[in-house]
């Protein structure tokens, strides 16, 4: 199991029955194939529709049906379509459960910057600002280290997406919780120990005494 | 009441160089096809494009930047094309990047009479930066501003000859509330019917915003 599945797998179990979620460009849209069995989200994509799958069949892809990252999608059953003002009211409103989004860093105030390397890259937030400040919940899915540079770090250096805190943070070694207090951990992915998770992270992490082994599925 | 069904040549002829124009789409869905081709042909100079982002450089809003017919975009993503960040950053183009329901508020904003609006998305970033920031009941907002432009170029799914517009799935996004926000609004359908085809609660946008109306292919 590489890496991002292990992430896409862990923060599949943060879905609950009857949740709108909304899934960031990349790693998070592999959050989809891994929703356990008996739980029923709605995927929202911030270009306009809440209800979709993905892909189409072949060669039946809807030249007006696309996701946020410019992928085919198929609408499902019960779909509702939408303009951007009315997609972002849901957004920015509370009315999105979880939202999903990777990052290039994560600081200890549990601030979030994903949308630009200064002098390098240069995308734009796109919609990333919007669901950070208004989502109910906000979990970060991404690698640890960048090239063993630490994504986990004491303050950002790179420019926040958002001032709020985010709600969690799930890697393929460790999942850390944010709180009042600092960066706590949660759990460890499987096989991995301490050493190689305070040896991948950038700021003071909080270890309680129990910190139990990341579980990959819910059966 | 009934509009005129002009050419795209003919549209583009309207849009004068340096003109603020909205454009509708998401990644090139939704976006105005046969204008966009028609102001490339028209050879427009010093256009400042306001819509989501700049598609591909062989798609959507991306043919307007590769032509050189812009001068400024303000957008809230321009990741998927190239030569919107070559140009950016060799100081070609200006670009401001806004977040994407922040961008779709200040156009909404701008075509509902309103003086900004107040949102949360930004507080504590570089979007923050020279805007003043008020606090209501205790949380921060940022005052973003009306935004109108001398043109708006729609895509729209069925107009009747009276310009009432409906639109498919994820091809709304901007084009309803671009529909409000300029002095001249020219949609390009992909059908014309007759009055009376469309019902009243199928009417996205209703006929007395629409200008011009671009008359079908002639094939």
Redesign the interface.
Known sequence: MDAKEIIARRVALELRDGMLVNLGIGLPTLVARFVPRGVSVAFQSENGLIGFSAPPPEGMENSDLIDAGGGWIAALPGAASFDSATSFALIRGGHVDLAVLGGLQVDAAGRLASWMIPGKFTPGMGGAMDLVAGAKRVIVAMQHAAKSEPKIVETLTLPPTAARRVSLIVTELAVIEPTNEGLVLRERAPGVGMSDIFDNTGARLIVPENTPEMPLSSD | MRKNAITAEAAAALVFDGASVMVGG?????SPDRLIDALVARGARGLTIIG??TAYPTIGVGKLIEAGCVARVQ??????NATT?RL?SAGAIDVE?I???????R??AGGSGLGGVL?????????AQGKQLVEIDGASFLIEKPLRADFALLRA?EADYYGNLT???????????MAFAADCVIAEPDEIVPVGVIPPDAV?TPGVLVTHLIARAHC
């Open positions: 998401f990644l090139g869905v939704g989501n982002d957008a809230s993503h321009i990741g998927t960040q950016m990047l977040p994407q329901g922040t961008l779709a508020e156009i909404r949102t949360s998305t930004g507080v504590g970033t570089i979007v799914h639109y498919r799935l994820t091809a709304a996004n901007f084009n309803p509330i996205r």
